[in-house]
């Protein structure tokens, strides 16, 4: 079976991988080759587009290769989005990759709060798919991730509130077509002192978020660096009708990663391929 294209990666253009002048430089030009290595025959390189110092954080919820990130003001500090470096490497790999389909995008985190700065980093309207990411949230001390807020706060009012800010991004913004990692709060959930994390006590809010995102005409990602089968379950019985798969692959090795497993799940709850692999699935009538 042909795999759908993977419409999440990061290279060294996102800030996260430490940018293009650090350990990351090459990524995009290796993720492409294991892309083709696999038999992957389109990608999506989406990276991150945030407004730096706009999220506090603690040392221990930044990986060692970002420890500098952290600035004096307690907030995370990177040099802004290179979209003119970004669309040069993008136009150096489809030269030297010709059989894979390389498309362009971005990752835009808090597209509802941050539209007007990362339009002027970028043209929205020149990048093929825009991912909106919802990563971080204010809880009365200003934006943090979930991974800093589930140190002060109770893990259900963050889990509440993640999920109940989903519709307010939607309604917030035009300029994304996918809404990312819904689980996102889920990857941190503290299981040591709050138990393993249960979606039925969240069912209402995943349910709610997941309305409106189908209201809003927006598809939603099935990210597959954690599978959830009852995340397709509860996308279709909310109405939703488009999913896009992203490994959320930040190093070569990660790219489509449990792509198979993640399209046999979809195919049960009644989505189908588009014409081409870069084509979102989907929903058909099932009989
Ligand atoms: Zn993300
Ligand atoms: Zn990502």
């Known amino acids: 079976?042909?795999?759908?294209?993977?419409?999440?990666?990061?290279?060294?253009?996102?800030?996260?991988?430490?940018?293009?002048?650090?350990?990351?430089?090459?990524?995009?030009?290796?993720?492409?080759?294991?892309?083709?290595?696999?038999?992957?025959?389109?990608?999506?390189?989406?990276?991150?587009?945030?407004?730096?110092?706009?999220?506090?954080?603690?040392?221990?919820?930044?990986?060692?290769?970002?420890?500098?990130?952290?600035?004096?003001?307690?907030?995370?500090?990177?040099?802004?989005?290179?979209?003119?470096?970004?669309?040069?490497?993008?136009?150096?790999?489809?030269?030297?990759?010709?059989?894979?389909?390389?498309?362009?995008?971005?990752?835009?985190?808090?597209?509802?709060?941050?539209?007007?700065?990362?339009?002027?980093?970028?043209?929205?309207?020149?990048?093929?798919?825009?991912?909106?990411?919802?990563?971080?949230?204010?809880?009365?001390?200003?934006?943090?991730?979930?991974?800093?807020?589930?140190?002060?706060?109770a893990p259900a009012e963050v889990m509440d509130a993640y999920l109940a800010q989903i519709p307010v991004m939607v309604a917030g913004s035009e300029v994304f077509e996918v809404v990312a990692h819904i689980d996102y709060a889920v990857r941190t959930w503290p299981a040591p002192s709050a138990g393993p994390f249960d979606q039925r006590r969240f069912e209402e809010g995943f349910r709610s978020a997941l309305r409106s995102i189908a209201q809003g005409g927006r598809a939603l990602e099935m990210n597959t660096r954690r599978l959830w089968p009852w995340i397709p379950q509860w996308w279709a019985d909310e109405g939703g009708a488009a999913v896009s798969f992203g490994s959320d692959a930040h190093t070569p090795d990660a790219v489509a990663s449990h792509f198979p497993e993640a399209t046999a799940m979809l195919e049960h709850v009644g989505f189908r391929p588009g014409r081409t692999p870069a084509e979102l699935w989907r929903r058909v009538h099932v009989l």
């Open 1 to 153: 079976m042909t795999l759908p294209a993977d419409s999440h990666v990061h290279s060294e253009w996102s800030w996260d991988t430490g940018g293009p002048a650090s350990a990351a430089a090459g990524r995009m030009r290796a993720t492409c080759a294991q892309a083709v290595r696999i038999g992957l025959e389109a990608i999506y390189f989406t990276e991150h587009l945030d407004v730096p110092g706009t999220w506090h954080a603690e040392p221990e919820d930044l990986m060692p290769h970002q420890q500098h990130l952290l600035n004096g003001a307690g907030t995370v500090d990177f040099a802004p989005f290179d979209a003119a470096g970004y669309l040069d490497a993008v136009d150096r790999v489809r030269h030297e990759f010709p059989d894979l389909r390389i498309h362009t995008g971005l990752e835009l985190g808090q597209p509802h709060l941050v539209g007007r700065q990362a339009a002027q980093l970028v043209d929205l309207g020149l990048i093929d798919r825009v991912l909106g990411s919802l990563h971080t949230l204010d809880l009365g001390d200003g934006p943090a991730e979930p991974h800093t807020l589930y140190r002060d706060h």
